[in-house]
């Protein structure tokens, strides 16, 4: 089993910036890639972000490219999520999953553990 534990979350006006992190705990040698999602009220889950531990690959949503940066501290098995340049439609709870599988990582059914998520609002 792998534990997943996010913080960072917050409120914060458009155009600022919040870090989200996310500590994994349990069996985690066994993680082949973790990540982020997100959902809105009213929407779908959707991918934001992953990164695969060991091999560093990185995958971005298009809707964050460039304002998002995912970094990772392997000693600590623990992934950051660096968010700039927030807007509004970035208002969701947050997500952060682990995947035990390698190959493609970022579906929905890639990941195996999922945090308990940590709600980011921004204002207008």
Do not use: H
């Amino acid at each position: 089993q792998v534990q997943l534990v996010e913080s960072g979350g917050g409120l914060v006006q458009a155009g600022g910036s919040l870090r989200l992190s996310c500590a994994a705990s349990g069996r985690t040698f066994s993680i082949y890639a973790m990540g982020w999602f997100r959902q809105a009220p009213g929407k779908e889950r959707e991918f934001v972000v992953s990164t695969t531990w060991r091999g560093g690959s990185i995958y971005y949503a298009d809707s964050v490219k460039g304002r998002f940066t995912i970094s990772r501290d392997n000693a600590k098995n623990t992934v950051y999520l660096q968010m700039n340049s927030l807007n509004p439609e970035d208002t969701a709870v947050y997500y952060c999953v682990a995947g035990l599988r390698s190959g493609v990582v970022w579906r929905i059914r890639d990941f195996d553990y999922w945090g308990q998520g940590t709600q980011v609002t921004v204002s207008s």
